[in-house]
């Protein structure tokens, strides 16, 4: 944002004030909404977990702690997208502004160099309450978003370059060592909150370990479906196969998630193994045609995985899988609903008009994406 939120390109630094606020504001904004979804969808998961929460948080800190403090390569998720250049001259300043610090705020769909942002959105997830998760992201998005600030002295191109040159050339030393202090604090206070706790079941925070697992392999598929089809290609499965599998592979997926979503973690979970099963065999079948190395599109990664780490990824899924059949129930939260009083006319109205609402911003939404694509 440095490049784009600078005040060389907003004309002076009284006009790029305001830009700041606005982009800082998008940030905050969308981080916060992705808070309230977390929080939201962590309780409808059945959090919070109490214990096993806690030891799940401490156990992700400490993972994500070693991957910055050392040279272990731990993955974060993430997309690695960036903001389209075309919204600065399709809108106009105030909506541009926003707009690039929502697409920032939402942080997973951008490029992460470290995994804290995981660690505080599962915590947000974790906490089982909505208001509780905007306030654990708001502030990841109001500090991306002032990160721009630091363009405070470009007021000519050559500095603007200058300042851009030094940050891609500047140590990342002490934002590495910053965060995996911090990664370490919370995984120590989360060890001290699981010992002041009570007991509790540990098949809910399973089952919402593989809602949480199936959801993201089906966005990240959805979300790069060209090279989600390269990688089905190189599988040389029969073509009508392979186009069932193209849309059927992240239904399926999806499903395993709004099972538990729905209440119905036992099914779910036995749903889960009969998708790894298939996963896995299509694995060994992929190593006698290409090697030990084959392309994987479970998560969106872009490299080929070995086959022994993939087949050993799903052998602990379906151990969690199998610990939810045991240990799990079928109690489903959703049921059909009756016939509306009278009473309830207005409100269901009202409802279906947001959602009709909706429905027509998003298709505005991907008209304008299209058009940046092309341009």
Partial sequence: MVETISPVVHGGRGRWLGTLALHTL???????????VL?????ALGAPWQRP?????????????????????????QLRRQVPEWWRTFFGRPVAAILYGAGLG??????????????????AAASGRPLIGAILMAPFGLLRGLSAIVSWRSLTQEQGRALLDRLVVAPGSVRHIANGVSLVLIASAAIVASIRIGESPWASLAAAALAWVFAWAAVSKIAAWRRWRRTLSAYDLPMSLERTAAWAVPMAEASA?????AGMSRTAALWSVALLAALSSSLVRARRRLGRHVPCGCFGGRNAVDVRVALVRNAALMLTAVFVVVRGTDAPSLSWPGVPA?????????????????MLVAWRASVWF?????A
């Fill in 26 to 36: 998008g940030a905050t904004g969308t981080a916060a909404v992705f808070g309230v």
């Fill in 39 to 43: 929080g939201g969808v962590g309780g």
């Fill in 53 to 77: 929460g806690f030891f799940a948080l401490a156990a992700l800190s400490c993972v994500y702690a070693l991957g910055t403090l050392t040279p272990l390569r731990v993955p974060v998720p």
């Fill in 106 to 123: 939402f942080g997973f769909a951008t490029y992460l160099p470290n995994g804290t942002l995981v660690v505080v959105a599962f915590a």
């Fill in 257 to 261: 998630s709004l099972l538990v979503v």
């Fill in 342 to 358: 009278s009473a309830d006319a207005l409100p269901l109205t009202l409802t279906l008009g947001a959602f009709v609402a909706a």
């Fill in 370 to 374: 299209v058009r940046g694509r092309g």
